[in-house]
């Protein structure tokens, strides 16, 4: 069972920066897609980024690529999510999310595993 627990997300001022991490279970972590998503209230979960197992194919929303950056560190397991220049609309609680394939999929429901979110609040 894969298990995801993310970590960083606290409250910033708009035009600030954060680092979100997501510790994945070292046994089925090089095999996984991981995703990030974010929710914010009323709206539904959506694509923020997601990289391959090697992390060689990073890819972001196209409305946040020149803002936010996904990394992953396979020595520590562990995922990245770099925020930069945020925005009170980027407020949201923030997901990190694994698949079991190599293909990339911006789709929530393609995600199986999923860790319990952080939440971010950019104020204004």
């Known amino acids: 069972q894969v298990r995801l627990v993310e970590s960083g997300g606290r409250l910033v001022q708009a035009g600030g920066s954060l680092r979100l991490s997501c510790a994945a279970s070292e046994r089925t972590f090089d095999n996984y897609f991981m995703g990030w998503f974010r929710q914010a209230p009323g709206k539904e979960r959506e694509f923020v980024a997601a990289?391959?197992?090697?992390?060689?194919?990073?890819t972001e929303a196209d409305s946040l690529k020149d803002r936010f950056t996904i990394s992953r560190d396979p020595t520590k397991n562990t995922v990245y999510l770099q925020m930069n220049n945020l925005k009170p609309e980027d407020t949201a609680v923030y997901y990190c999310?694994?698949?079991?394939?190599?293909?990339?999929?911006?789709?929530?429901?393609?995600?199986?595993?999923w860790g319990q979110g952080t939440q971010v609040t950019v104020s204004s």
């Open positions: 990289i391959n197992w090697s992390g060689t194919i990073p």
């Open positions: 999310a694994a698949r079991l394939s190599s293909h990339l999929s911006r789709s929530a429901q393609e995600y199986a595993y």
